[in-house]
């Protein structure tokens, strides 16, 4: 006998009060206990509305137009109250920053307990169960302010399961997650769907959301479905170039297409050193350990720089150094010569251009288009050269019809988008990001990385990333940081090809590096899927 469907969705459309334009049209789909449902889409598809919908934050926050009908466990949700929404529907926000509300971690897991009146030995209990089974026990008298992006997702995650939701939404929860760390998440959604949980993932990372083989497959393209079946079939139907697919997949596919080869304008140069790194150590409090230990690099022009590494390597933490946001305990950091000990921050930006993690850290303006002036004006260039480098800026993140809409009215994806732009727009000499991919199709990311290589003005590019195919595509240099240390700097076809200091590192290969390596001895360089299926 079949069990009654955990999430039953008919007919579903939601158009926002502010949008000329339904946000979904006409979506049908059922979750059953046990059952993993991916959803799949290109960014501004209209994932996220439809886990508003679900969960309650429409009609309760978000307003619009909705038609259709959606029950959970056999109950209309628009009968349902957010407390009884809050103990049944168990949601994670791609932004854990906008999730977290406690001081500490033991408080952020116990709010949602605390505030259904659970007691307090049920509460320590519950706190304690859920930090051990995501493997996070030991943060549990951390601050969550002092702990990584990556962390703060486990811990945002603990937050919702210690509630034990019947149901599960995950928006993009692989984003802020190391390689090693998402593929023991996804193991762990795995486990929790065994245990009778109906769990639906939204993410990017298709690839590696497959790998638990979910039941079924939702994709969703300009807000309809396009695709409602197995992982098999998505194969078919899905477009490639915005949806990230395995490179033999892509290969096969792209054999029938004409591909345009990608050509970075920056090269290695042996050059003076823009950046450099002397010996250099940091703790954040003198009662805490270093985070950094006696670390030496030099950023030269021409470094495309990928730095990969666990969820709490440093890598934030070294790439601030670099700005003058941080400044040493032990060595030194010279920015073109100079001791960021003795220049400001402000002083720093006219070389360095620094994208946060989190969007929501950098964004304030009224509107995207005040937002991406707003540098380029504190900088004091001319008006002229600021609409020039907003409006190259903007198309460079294909954001254009937003100019007027309010940063932090988009969605998470598309604020990480305006955040790049809004430094792309000060022509910095240095480009620095952390995670530029996060929240971003596969489309969307590799048109502004083309964009930001291939147009003349920067002089190095450094990217903190958790995507091992990012730094195969575009870095012509790799920093592998383990435990607060540089473990080895180098080409990507150097640094990746020691499995065992990856896995140690928790960076894991993927189908795109394997196949590289296996023809580098033909191509001499790293390719995307495509340019290698016309190189072979």
């Given at each position: 006998?079949?069990?009654?469907?955990?999430?039953?969705?008919?007919?579903?459309?939601?158009?926002?009060?502010?949008?000329?334009?339904?946000?979904?049209?006409?979506?049908?789909?059922?979750?059953?206990?046990?059952?993993?449902?991916?959803?799949?889409?290109?960014?501004?598809?209209?994932?996220?509305?439809?886990?508003?919908?679900?969960?309650?934050?429409?009609?309760?926050?978000?307003?619009?137009?909705?038609?259709?009908?959606?029950?959970?466990?056999?109950?209309?949700?628009?009968?349902?109250?957010?407390?009884?929404?809050?103990?049944?529907?168990?949601?994670?926000?791609?932004?854990?920053?906008?999730?977290?509300?406690?001081?500490?971690?033991?408080?952020?897991?116990?709010?949602?307990?605390?505030?259904?009146?659970?007691?307090?030995?049920?509460?320590?209990?519950?706190?304690?169960?859920?930090?051990?089974?995501?493997?996070?026990?030991?943060?549990?008298?951390?601050?969550?302010?002092?702990?990584?992006?990556?962390?703060?997702?486990?811990?945002?995650?603990?937050?919702?399961?210690?509630?034990?939701?019947?149901?599960?939404?995950?928006?993009?929860?692989?984003?802020?997650?190391?390689?090693?760390?998402?593929?023991?998440?996804?193991?762990?959604?795995?486990?929790?769907?065994?245990?009778?949980?109906?769990?639906?993932?939204?993410?990017?990372?298709?690839?590696d959301v497959l790998s638990i083989n979910p039941d079924r497959v939702l994709y969703i393209d300009e807000g309809r479905q396009v695709y409602y079946g197995d992982s098999a079939g998505l194969m078919d139907v899905v477009d490639y170039h915005r949806i990230k697919l395995p490179a033999d997949v892509v290969m096969q596919r792209a054999k029938k297409e004409p591909v345009i080869e990608f050509q970075p304008l920056l090269k290695p140069e042996n050059s003076d050193p823009l950046v450099h790194f002397d010996h250099v150590s940091f703790r954040y409090r003198e009662d805490l350990p270093d985070v950094l230990h006696d670390v030496s690099f030099d950023v030269k022009k021409g470094d495309v720089i990928a730095i990969l590494g666990h969820n709490g390597a440093g890598k934030t933490t070294l790439v601030k150094h670099a700005l003058g946001l941080l400044k040493?305990?032990?060595?030194?950091?010279?920015?073109?010569?100079?001791?960021?000990?003795?220049?400001?921050?402000?002083?720093?930006?006219?070389?360095?251009?620094?994208?946060?993690?989190?969007?929501?850290?950098?964004?304030?303006?009224?509107?995207?288009?005040?937002?991406?002036?707003?540098?380029?004006?504190?900088?004091?260039?001319?008006?002229?050269?600021?609409?020039?480098?907003?409006?190259?800026?903007?198309?460079?993140?294909?954001?254009?019809?937003?100019?007027?809409?309010?940063?932090?009215?988009?969605?998470?994806?598309?604020?990480?988008?305006?955040?790049?732009?809004?430094?792309?727009?000060?022509?910095?000499?240095?480009?620095?990001?952390?995670?530029?991919?996060?929240?971003?199709?596969?489309?969307?990311?590799?048109?502004?990385?083309?964009?930001?290589?291939?147009?003349?003005?920067?002089?190095?590019?450094?990217?903190?990333?958790?995507?091992?195919?990012?730094?195969?595509?575009?870095?012509?240099?790799?920093?592998?940081?383990?435990?607060?240390?540089?473990?080895?700097?180098?080409?990507?076809?150097?640094?990746?090809?020691?499995?065992?200091?990856?896995?140690?590192?928790?960076?894991?290969?993927?189908?795109?590096?394997?196949?590289?390596?296996?023809?580098?001895?033909?191509?001499?360089?790293?390719?995307?899927?495509?340019?290698?299926?016309?190189?072979?």
């Amino acid at each position: 006998m079949e069990k009654d469907p955990y999430i039953s969705v008919n007919n579903l459309t939601f158009q926002y009060h502010s949008r000329t334009e339904p946000a979904i049209v006409d979506l049908s789909f059922k979750v059953y206990p046990g059952e993993v449902l991916l959803i799949a889409g290109s960014s501004g598809c209209g994932k996220t509305t439809l886990m508003r919908c679900i969960n309650g934050l429409i009609p309760h926050t978000y307003r619009g137009e909705m038609q259709g009908e959606i029950t959970l466990l056999g109950q209309p949700v628009t009968t349902m109250s957010m407390a009884d929404l809050s103990q049944t529907v168990g949601t994670l926000l791609q932004d854990p920053e906008r999730q977290i509300v406690g001081s500490y971690v033991r408080n952020e897991v116990a709010f949602g307990l605390e505030n259904l009146g659970f007691s307090r030995d049920e509460i320590n209990w519950r706190v304690d169960e859920t930090l051990d089974y995501l493997g996070i026990l030991k943060l549990r008298d951390r601050e969550t302010f002092s702990i990584s992006g990556g962390e703060k997702q486990k811990v945002a995650l603990a937050g919702v399961l210690a509630m034990q939701p019947k149901i599960l939404l995950l928006d993009e929860p692989l984003a802020s997650l190391d390689p090693a760390s998402a593929r023991e998440a996804l193991a762990i959604f795995r486990d929790l769907a065994d245990k009778g949980i109906a769990v639906m993932i939204v993410e990017h990372r298709v690839e590696d959301v497959l790998s638990i083989n979910p039941d079924r497959v939702l994709y969703i393209d300009e807000g309809r479905q396009v695709y409602y079946g197995d992982s098999a079939g998505l194969m078919d139907v899905v477009d490639y170039h915005r949806i990230k697919l395995p490179a033999d997949v892509v290969m096969q596919r792209a054999k029938k297409e004409p591909v345009i080869e990608f050509q970075p304008l920056l090269k290695p140069e042996n050059s003076d050193p823009l950046v450099h790194f002397d010996h250099v150590s940091f703790r954040y409090r003198e009662d805490l350990p270093d985070v950094l230990h006696d670390v030496s690099f030099d950023v030269k022009k021409g470094d495309v720089i990928a730095i990969l590494g666990h969820n709490g390597a440093g890598k934030t933490t070294l790439v601030k150094h670099a700005l003058g946001l941080l400044k040493p305990t032990g060595g030194k950091v010279l920015l073109e010569g100079k001791d960021t000990h003795k220049i400001t921050v402000a002083q720093a930006a006219h070389t360095i251009g620094y994208v946060f993690q989190s969007p929501t850290q950098m964004l304030f303006a009224p509107s995207v288009k005040e937002e991406l002036a707003f540098g380029p004006h504190n900088l004091r260039l001319p008006a002229e050269e600021i609409d020039k480098n907003v409006d190259w800026a903007i198309r460079s993140v294909h954001m254009e019809a937003e100019l007027d809409t309010p940063p932090l009215a988009l969605s998470f994806g598309q604020q990480k988008r305006v955040s790049i732009a809004s430094v792309l727009s000060m022509r910095s000499r240095i480009l620095m990001m952390d995670e530029p991919t996060a929240g971003q199709d596969y489309w969307n990311y590799n048109q502004f990385m083309d964009a930001i290589l291939q147009m003349p003005g920067f002089d190095s590019v450094l990217f903190i990333t958790h995507d091992v195919d990012l730094a195969v595509v575009y870095a012509n240099r790799i920093l592998l940081v383990y435990g607060g240390q540089i473990v080895a700097d180098g080409t990507p076809a150097e640094v990746l090809k020691d499995r065992e200091r990856l896995k140690h590192c928790r960076v894991l290969p993927t189908s795109l590096l394997e196949v590289n390596e296996k023809y580098f001895d033909k191509t001499g360089r790293f390719l995307r899927a495509e340019e290698l299926a016309k190189a072979i």
